[in-house]
């Protein structure tokens, strides 16, 4: 038996932020501070935060999401995208 964890289902609420730049702003920190990846940074500051991970990546820029799907592919969690470089 696992222990079930309880999440917020509005994140809005709970966030407190005032735009998804703060929350990015967040995640970088993490990453860069505690150097992380950016899949952990994400669920770190999720449970933090006490909201469930795919609501938090509603917060997420499309820089982050690249990096999350490059690291995802190069850890074989997805298939690899074609890439120019």
Not at 8 to 23: G, I, K, R, V
Not at 37 to 44: C, D, F, G, H, N
Not at 46 to 73: F, G, Q, S, W
């Amino acid at each position: 038996m696992g222990i079930s964890k309880s999440y917020q289902s509005f994140p809005h609420d709970q966030l407190q932020l005032d735009n998804c730049t703060q929350f990015c702003l967040e995640v970088e920190h993490i990453v860069t501070s505690k150097r992380m990846s950016y899949i952990e940074a994400v669920l770190t500051l999720a449970e933090k935060k006490n909201i469930e991970p795919k609501l938090a990546a509603a917060y997420l820029n499309p820089d982050i999401k690249d990096r999350i799907r490059i690291e995802a592919e190069n850890l074989n969690y997805m298939p690899k995208t074609a890439s120019l470089y």
